[in-house]
């Protein structure tokens, strides 16, 4: 049997996707887990051979998940199940050593063969997507990224420092250093053009 984890905060999804692959004869919904850290300490407990993994959770994003299970001795494989057809998205999995990358609206039959390929040991990635995926690369460090996330909520200078743990003068040239990579005019519309190119 091939043990699955689902990693999915929207619950009906999340429930809908454990149904339908509980259905095939040599898949095991073994857990399931809203966020990303949950996730994580599940796949640490009981090393399922796939986690199925959505990317924007709360906490821990499946790409910083399926990062950090590719640094530890775990060997479960990461297979991206999203909505998010938008290159940067799928180079940013793909760097992070995810092993398939779907979408959402994949029929069952055809995730359940993705998982099994999986585990053979192959790369599954969604028709149409992996020739884009070597466009533009994302100009963005981490440590941008994570501030424009936080600009992206509405936060200002002080509130993005405070939350952040950086000095607010560190605060605002890493934005402004993100902006201007971006061509945009203030971090509010660096957030959205990131966001857009799937760089967040």
Known sequence: MIKVLIAEDQVMLRDALATLLALENDIEIVGAAATGDEALRQVRADAPDVLLSDIEMPGMTGLELAATIRREPIRTRVLIVTTFDRPGYLRRALDAGVAGYVLKDTPSQELAQAIRRVVAGEQVIQDGLIREAWGEADPLNDTERRLLRLA?????????????????????????????????????????????????
Do not use: M, P
């Not at 959205?192 to 799937?198: D, E, I, M």
């Open 152 to 200: 992206e909520t509405g936060l200002d200078s002080i509130q993005i420092a405070e939350a952040s743990g950086l000095a607010r003068g560190t605060v605002r040239n890493y934005l402004h250093k993100a902006s201007s990579k971006l061509g945009a005019s203030n971090r509010v519309e660096a957030a959205r053009l990131a966001r857009q190119n799937g760089w967040l």
